[in-house]
């Protein structure tokens, strides 16, 4: 099937949006379902739902507010778990974007929370990376100065009508000022303020969403990071294959047998991969 | 040097300590290395810290805290990234504890953060995880009953001196009830209250930690852990070696000419991925 639909992937802008726990990430993707559904575009969502032991992922309330799209044929939604082998989401997102953008969606949407490298090598898959913080979280600051400035193409400081608000604006700036990344033709971080439980700020996300998509195209920069999407599928695939491989060896016996030699500590894991490997 | 190690190796204890940001993972690590020290045991510490850009890490107050051990030769503490390739922790966790366990260690404690799915796989390559919980994080319990439960072998109740512990405990105590896990010959997953900052419940800790080890020892699950470590061990070297084969065909060309051949849409992602094992 993936071979069927190559020829028709490519059209749509795959967007980003993380940010730590409590800072609005669903409410805001319903807040961007309903922008782009106003302006008749076809949104595809992958919220890549933890489901961790430890997180739970979105509340009750925004996957009610969410299910108000799911009526509309113009949207899917699809929840993709994190259990399961490391590594796997990375693979399945680019392939979930690939039959999305195949099936005419205009824009695909990946949220997922901002923990864990795991989660933010899976958002930075996209065309443009939307990093959210909130008012009253000093963690997202600090964590801003920290390394987010590397993913973020876009900020958003939601819930702006809070106390706060202004000082983690100011905050974000000076960091962005500090950090400013190499980009080669500079793209400057834009900090949009919403209110997304209200819809406020809808449109200027919007457009400043827009905007760097006109740069990302005007300088080159789409296609570089589309190959660089292509890259981390393709070797999401073969590790995948040859994972299997490996679990395979044997009917699955080997890696088995192996473990139990290195636990003993008869032979050391390095060999023992190497046996592993050995007929590859 | 991995071959050289392996035979003396299999004597350390490996303990995983994990829970949600803020309930005092790093308090409690240092509170256990000293309960430890007290009896002259040596402690390895592999933090992994998440420097993920939107966590952060330990507080600065933790760090100090822990620094105080650091001048101790019977302290080793070693903060492992987990930037980098997805997968790479789960590679070199292992790997780390084997050394500080042919080092003579008596004790390798593993801490990380609870978010996200790779660190609780790597929090469970530990022969005994525990899964440290505070009052008034309602996450936390929510957290508990969505999955925690299955790889937590011993529950702490930190801040145990503040409003709401006992309500915790017995919340914890109800979640327990009702998704007791199968473990074969039934482990009753006891539940500890700690203030780590003030050393409080230490001995308790301790004391839960051997009963824990001494049933794994009597039902033979220590070697069944420590040969599913192993083998995580060693597929992981295994897969990390096919990774590197993979990105060095043809001098690394090879990806990069396929990644833009599927961008373009020429090529489907699985071909691709044929292609690119199919000298292994």
Known sequence: MAAALSPLTGRARVLGLTGSPGVGKSTTTSMLVGAFRARDLRVGVLAIDPSSPFSGGALLGDRIRMHSHTVDDGVFIRSMATRGHLGGLSTATPQAVRVLDAAGFDVVLIETVGVGQSEVDI??????TVVLLAPGMGDGIQAAKAGILEVADVFVVNKADRDGADQTVRDLRHAISLGRRELGPSWRQPIVRTVASASEGADDLVDA???????????GELQTRRVRRAEREVEGIAVAALRARIAGVRDGSELSRLAKQVAAGEVDPYSAADQLTDGF
Chains 1, 2 share one sequence.
């Open 209 to 219: 969403l827009a905007a760097h998509h006109d740069w990302l195209v005007a300088h």
């Open 123 to 128: 958002v930075s898959l996209a065309d443009t």
